[in-house]
């Protein structure tokens, strides 16, 4: 069974740049999560989206945004970046909290 | 103050030990309580989960959620090298079951 997709593993963007970031679900998951992950701050929650549909937002600026496509994939986009969005960007889908969120591996972001 | 606090380590035990990890949260609203295990240059993998008070036992790996003191442990018997990871509390609130907050982790080293 296929885990979590991101993609791509590793991006080094130059501060003011935008980025796009892909995330492909388990098979059958309609819930996916990102996440920021940096030394300082942990995990924390950007957004959720479910069926197209962004159900759960973080406190994180209008920067960040994210979609979710038909086939439950999900893109999340960062303009103009800046330095301390460097980060582990983490993707997660889930059946339901019950069952618990299975996370990918995670796009590293630097920003120089 | 973060609303779930988490010592950070690093913790060493040799193998074999019992491993005691603890995390504390503010929000009383707080219903899910799960542990993450995350392995470098991984995403987190999810150990255990719990709905409200009482414990979860699975193999080596025991759960305890008690409320009352907001207090939320996750016990290891038989440590192996293998368990040297970052383990991560996490917790959420239900209806927003998406957003889960995060403890910053603990580092684990289970030594020879």
């Known amino acids: 069974k296929a885990g979590v997709t991101q993609t791509p593993r590793y991006l080094i963007k130059t501060r003011g740049q935008q980025v796009t970031l892909s995330c492909s679900p388990i098979s059958g998951h309609r819930s996916v999560s990102w996440y920021q992950q940096t030394p300082g701050q942990g995990l924390q929650f950007l957004f959720e989206y479910f069926s197209e549909t962004q159900r759960n937002k973080g406190n994180f600026p209008g920067r960040f945004s994210g979609r979710q496509f038909s086939n439950s994939r999900s893109e999340m986009n960062v303009s103009t970046l800046e330095l301390g969005d460097s980060a582990l960007y983490l993707c997660?889908?889930?059946?339901?909290?019950?069952?618990?969120?299975?996370f990918g591996s995670g796009t590293r972001l630097t920003v120089v | 103050q973060k609303e779930v606090e988490q010592d950070p380590g690093p913790l060493s035990v040799p193998e074999g030990a019992i491993v005691s990890l603890n995390c504390t949260y503010s929000n009383s609203a707080f219903q899910y309580f799960m542990w993450y295990r995350q392995y470098s240059r991984k995403g987190p993998e999810l150990l255990m989960y719990?709905?409200?008070?009482g414990n979860k036992e699975d193999g080596r790996f025991t759960a305890q959620v008690d409320k009352s003191s907001k207090y939320i442990s996750l016990f290891i018997r038989d440590s192996q090298p293998s368990d040297s990871a970052t383990y991560l509390c996490a917790t959420t609130i239900t209806g927003t079951a998406s957003k889960l907050t995060f403890g910053t982790g603990t580092r684990l080293q289970v030594t020879l």
């Open positions: 719990t709905y409200s008070s």
């Open positions: 997660a889908s889930s059946l339901s909290v019950e069952r618990g969120y299975t």
